[in-house]
Nanobody
C-alpha cells in the first residue's frame, strides 16, 4: 500500500506560483504512475495531472494545461506539481495518489484508478 503526504500549499495572489510536493512511502513507488487531484469547496475531487512511472509521459486536465507541470524523483519517492500563472479558480485542496492507469491510457479516455491511501492534502488559495 502506498501512503502519501502532500505539502507546499499556501496563499498566493493571482498570477503567482507554487510548487507542491508529495512524499510517498513504500518501495514500489517507482513502479506506478502518479497523479495530482484537487477538490474545491462544495465540488467533487477532480483530476489535475498525471505522470508515468518513468517520468517520460505526462497528461494534464485542460484547465491547467500550459500552466502546471508535473514531475517526479523516484530516488526521493517524491512527485511535484509546479503551478504557474495561478488563478482564483485553482483554489482547492490538492492531493496526490498512485494510479493503475498510466497517462497514455488517460489520454484516450480511460478513467483514473487511484489506489493509495489518500493523504490530508495541501490547501492552495489564490486571491484575486
Amino acid at each position: 500500500q502506498v501512503q502519501l503526504v502532500e505539502s507546499g500549499g499556501g496563499l498566493v495572489q493571482a498570477g503567482g506560483s507554487l510548487r507542491l510536493s508529495c512524499a510517498a512511502s513504500g518501495r514500489t513507488f517507482s513502479r506506478y504512475a502518479m497523479d495530482w487531484f484537487r477538490q474545491a469547496p462544495g465540488k467533487e475531487r477532480e483530476f489535475v495531472a498525471a505522470i508515468s512511472w518513468s517520468g517520460g509521459s505526462t497528461y494534464y486536465a485542460d484547465s491547467v494545461k500550459g500552466r502546471f507541470t508535473i514531475s517526479r524523483d523516484n530516488a526521493k519517492n517524491t512527485v511535484y506539481l509546479q503551478m504557474n500563472s495561478l488563478k482564483p479558480e485553482d483554489t482547492a485542496v490538492y492531493y496526490c495518489n498512485a494510479d493503475l492507469t498510466d497517462p497514455a491510457r488517460l489520454r484516450v479516455g480511460v478513467p483514473t484508478s487511484p489506489f493509495g491511501s489518500w493523504g490530508q492534502g495541501t490547501q492552495v488559495t489564490v486571491s484575486s
